[in-house]
């Protein structure tokens, strides 16, 4: 049993030393790893407690290293792929102010434009920094 919980918390911190994770990940990880459900219980306690694993702290991370490359909408999308729930989502987007967002739309499609006043160009910028997930109001 110790051996057991020894070694799904070795392996918990490798998984961990690459970058930050989600609780879901990790357990999905660990799962992967065929560790009974008391072992992983045990070591995501741990981890929790040691706030190895923060999802509050992993969602607000997540929204200030990519706000400016990507909208809301599509923010959203990527942190409900890696496990987070709605509500922490909602909170580390709500930071984001929506000047911010306008920015780096505006940002984004000057370099789409590059220059090519076209009423084609624009359109085709404009599409392409929606499909990022700004909404249409900050683009």
Request: no cysteine.
């Amino acid at each position: 049993m110790q051996e057991s919980y020894e070694k799904a918390m070795n392996q918990a911190m490798t998984y961990l030393g690459a970058r930050a994770r989600t609780v879901k990940q990790m357990e999905q990880y660990l799962l992967k790893k065929q560790h009974d459900e008391r072992t992983i219980a045990r070591v995501m306690e741990k981890l929790i407690e040691y706030r190895l694993l923060d999802d509050e702290q992993f969602a607000k991370r997540y929204v200030q290293m990519r706000s400016s490359t990507n909208g809301k909408y599509l923010l959203r999308q990527k942190m409900m792929r890696q496990g987070l729930d709605g509500a922490t989502i909602d909170e580390a987007i709500g930071e984001i102010p929506f000047e911010e967002q306008v920015s780096s739309a505006r940002a984004l499609l000057e370099k789409k434009m590059k220059g090519d006043e076209r009423e084609d160009a624009l359109r085709r910028a404009v599409q392409s920094v929606l499909r990022r997930g700004f909404s249409y109001d900050a683009v």
